[in-house]
């Protein structure tokens, strides 16, 4: 991931200093103008895919940080803030088909590294984490719906406290579900980290 280049220090407070600070031109105006600049730079009209899967290409998942916040401190407290609070951020977490328990296992991984990575304040201000899970699968024998089942205790034990589980499952159809997440707090990061050291 990409924890190597941002430490988390880096992802939580920034040590960027800028010597012209004083002279900044984007600092002499009013903060209200000011924070709509940043508003304008940093968010983006789609959610922020954070899991390998659902990037182009393969990339890596986007623990990298808008360029405006890399210029001085001030700037950086400032994007931040608008960057976490108002970006809608998203996870594919699994899909349970030939390669079911592998594919869940690196996503949540990936989530988690991706929540320690941005630290414990900036973690605090996500109002929008929207995790989706989906069954490539079809469910033609009706034995086979305790995949279903599991899938969603899963999802519980897992990620935290679920602010809505939203979906319809059926035998013969493709299962899809959405979670969102109120905040994302420490218990919700550990939780994690222990169902992963389980099923190792």
Not at 34 to 44: D, F, G, T
Not at 166 to 190: I, R, Y
Request: charged share 30%; hydrophobic share 35%.
């Amino acid at each position: 991931m990409a924890e190597d280049r941002h430490t988390r220090a880096d992802n939580e407070g920034g040590s960027t200093k800028c010597p012209n600070e004083a002279k900044c031109r984007l600092l002499a105006l009013p903060a209200e103008l000011r924070l709509q600049i940043y508003e304008y730079a940093v968010l983006k009209s789609r959610p922020v895919i954070i899991t390998r899967r659902e990037t182009k290409a393969g990339r890596k998942a986007q623990l990298i940080q808008p360029a405006l916040s890399k210029t001085c401190r001030s700037i950086r407290e400032d994007a931040l803030k608008i960057y976490y609070s108002k970006t809608r951020f998203a996870a594919t977490y699994s899909s349970w088909g030939d390669r079911g328990r592998k594919d869940w296992r690196r996503n949540a991984s990936t989530i988690n590294r991706w929540l320690r990575c941005i630290g414990a304040k900036n973690r605090g201000l996500i109002n929008s984490l929207e995790v989706f899970g989906y069954c490539i699968r079809e469910f033609n024998n009706p034995h086979e719906i305790w995949y279903i089942a599991a899938h969603r205790k899963l999802m519980h034990r897992e990620l935290g406290e679920v602010a809505q589980l939203g979906g319809e499952f059926k035998p013969g159809a493709k299962g899809m579900f959405l979670v969102c997440f109120p905040s994302c707090d420490e218990d919700s990061v550990a939780s994690v980290d222990d169902h992963l050291r389980e099923g190792s």
